[in-house]
């Protein structure tokens, strides 16, 4: 019941407020953990490497979950025990507290109609301690819908341009949400089309590009102020001023998320 109550703070913070695949930051500026202090880097093990290094982000749903992108925990060489979360650190590969990651809870409905249902709920192997710089992640409520043209933020250690170097330090970017429905009809012009789904938030500079998140962001956030509104998905490459950048939208998962971790 402590895992529940500590998740329905989170939402409540949330309801009050609201009176291929693959991403990082392009156009950010340094910032600090002391910040985003519920963001977490997840750490990949090269099976041919032998290596760990950062690979995807997700987000503190309370000291034992953690929220990120189903296409992160997912793969030919995947298995959970070449996964772990770094939390508490500015840094994109040392510092923090390092935790391995028990079993991933990917929605059921991932892989049947693009990325719609890209999200994944993680059972840590063993619990955080919160402090300043690991906390909690306030979440939408379920049904939520974010207006268009507000301004959101991105975090992350990804790349700083599409298929270029990651940074070695978190970053942060605002950009503004788009029309989903202008979203869906940019994307459809692709070939092949690309997917947009009403369980998907689109965001960026439309007709301007330069700032998004990009390889190496993906299940990190997308904030409306301090409330996760959305995991970082997919896009057409980084920064794209014709086609923005997409998230899973957490509202159309709010009660399935609630329901991973009682």
């Known amino acids: 019941m402590a895992v529940l109550a500590l998740l329905t703070i989170a939402l409540f913070a949330g309801a009050a407020f609201s009176a291929p695949q693959s991403s990082r930051i392009v156009g950010g500026t340094e910032t600090s953990i002391d910040k985003f202090p519920s963001i977490v880097a997840v750490e990949n093990y090269g099976v041919l490497t032998g290596v760990w290094s950062q690979s995807c982000a997700a987000n503190i749903l309370t000291t034992r979950y953690v929220l990120s992108a189903a296409h992160c925990f997912r793969g030919v060489f995947y298995s959970p025990n070449y996964r772990r979360i770094r939390a508490g650190s500015s840094y994109r590969n040392y510092g923090g507290v390092v935790v391995n990651v028990e079993v991933e809870f990917n929605h059921p409905s991932y892989g ?151």
Request: hydrophobic residues 40%.
């Open 112 to 262: 049947l109609n693009g990325a719609d249902g890209d999200i994944s709920v993680i059972r840590l192997s063993t619990p955080l301690e919160y402090s300043p710089v690991v906390q909690q992640a306030a979440i939408v409520p379920q049904g939520f819908k974010i207006p268009d043209n507000l301004p959101v933020v991105h975090a992350g250690w990804g790349r700083i341009e599409s298929g270029g170097a990651v940074s070695p330090v978190l970053l942060e970017t605002t950009i503004f949400t788009i029309n989903n429905e202008l979203c869906a009809a940019r994307y459809q012009t692709l070939d092949p089309p690309s997917v947009v789904t009403e369980n998907m938030i689109c965001a960026g500079i439309l007709d301007v590009g330069g700032k998004d998140a990009c390889q190496g962001d993906s299940g990190g956030p997308l904030y409306y102020t301090n409330i996760l509104v959305g995991v970082v998905s997919w896009g057409h490459g980084c920064a794209n001023e014709t086609f923005p950048g997409v998230s899973t939208a957490v509202s159309s998962y709010t009660d399935w998320i609630a329901a991973s971790v009682s």
